[in-house]
């Protein structure tokens, strides 16, 4: 129960400091470099990301362009259905509609198993435990897929903490990219 009052106490926090410094563009395109360099060197079929909320950063025109470089690679957004999260795939000619929460999805959905995930984080600590917006969804699907993709957090290097104080159904991610680097590894690349 304490872990849960700190965790929504620091949500607060991170939303109230994206909310009251707006990422600007810069560093927003420095965390697409840092990705953009990284993936260059991996050999990844079908990548699942996020459409963004919140003020995340945009992956969609970095998507669009790693699918334009890679014929043949796929993207998948996520989709949350009778409470549970698969995902989608997606292309830049994919019509989307409303779907939970007021998040986008495809209108016709055809799943697919990403092998590599780009997972949004409202913050992100030391050992590379992610603080979402507090739904669980990223680690119930992680805990319940099998083979698990290798994760990549996504996230502006503000949003860095000591410690998320993680739970046990807490997955840490494989690597964080941020504005300022892509070293945050768990050396499980």
Same mark, same amino acid.
């Given at each position: $129960?304490?872990?849960? +009052?700190?965790?929504?106490?620091? %949500? ?22 840092? &990705? ?48 549970? $999260? ?9 019509? @989307? ?12 959905? %055809?799943?697919?198993?990403?092998? &590599? &995930? ?11 435990? %992610? &603080? ?6 990223? *680690? %119930?699907? @992680? ?31 494989? +690597?964080?990219?941020? *504005? ?10």
């Amino acid at each position: $129960m304490q872990s849960s +009052l700190f965790k929504t106490s620091l %949500r607060k926090k991170l939303k109230q400091l994206r909310d009251e410094r707006p990422i600007d563009h810069c560093v927003s395109a420095a965390v697409i470099d840092n &990705l953009s360099s990284w993936i260059s060197e991996q050999s990844y079929f079908t990548v699942g990301f996020y459409l963004p909320i919140f003020h995340e950063v945009d992956l969609v025109p970095f998507m669009t362009s790693w699918l334009e470089r890679n014929p043949g690679k796929k993207a998948a957004i996520p989709i949350i259905e009778n409470n549970q $999260m698969f995902f989608a795939e997606w292309s830049p000619e994919t019509k @989307l509609t409303k779907g939970i929460f007021n998040t986008l999805v495809p209108q016709t959905i %055809r799943k697919i198993a990403p092998d &590599l &995930l780009l997972v949004p984080c409202l913050g992100f600590d030391n050992s590379n435990y %992610r &603080l979402g917006y507090g739904g669980g969804w990223y *680690d %119930r699907y @992680l805990s319940q897929t099998n083979p698990r993709p290798f994760t990549v957090g996504i996230a502006y290097s503000q949003c860095r903490i000591e410690t998320i104080e993680p739970e046990e159904t807490d997955i840490p991610l494989g +690597l964080i990219i941020t *504005d300022e680097s892509k070293s945050y590894s768990k050396g499980r690349i």
